[in-house]
């Protein structure tokens, strides 16, 4: 089984940073995909930002140029560097892997989504 564990979420005031990471641990064959999504109260989840093995990166119109995800593949890492916060990126974030859990499911080209258990990070004065 795997599981993702984040960090780094809290409560920033406008125009402050805040650094997200999470680590993913168990036993799976390989990790392709790792990224952030987030849920406001009352709203849909909706992808933040998403890297691949080989670092091509995609992001949300509403945070181009204010975060940066990254990843350390060797550590099973993803981080999130959020800079210039605004309220309306108050969420809980939530941290995504998706890979495949075995070589069965390599062969297959069956992938499987992981979820973390979601940090809160709240952007009020």
């Known amino acids: 089984q795997v599981q993702l564990v984040e960090s780094g979420g809290g409560l920033v005031q406008p125009g402050g940073s805040l650094r997200l990471s999470c680590a993913a641990s168990?036993?799976?064959?390989?990790?392709?995909?790792m990224g952030w999504y987030r849920q406001a109260p009352g709203k849909e989840r909706e992808l933040v930002a998403t890297i691949t093995r080989g670092s091509s990166t995609n992001y949300a119109d509403s945070v181009k140029g204010r975060f940066t995800i990254s990843r350390d593949n060797a550590k099973n890492t993803v981080y999130l560097q959020m800079n210039s916060l605004k309220p309306e990126d108050t969420a809980v974030y939530y941290c995504?892997?998706?890979?495949?859990?075995?070589?069965?499911?390599?062969?297959?080209?069956?992938?499987?989504?992981?979820w973390g258990q979601g940090t809160q990070v709240t952007v009020s004065s």
């Open positions: 995504n892997a998706r890979g495949y859990s075995d070589f069965e499911a390599f062969r297959s080209q069956y992938e499987y989504d992981y």
């Open positions: 168990g036993s799976i064959f390989s990790i392709n995909a």
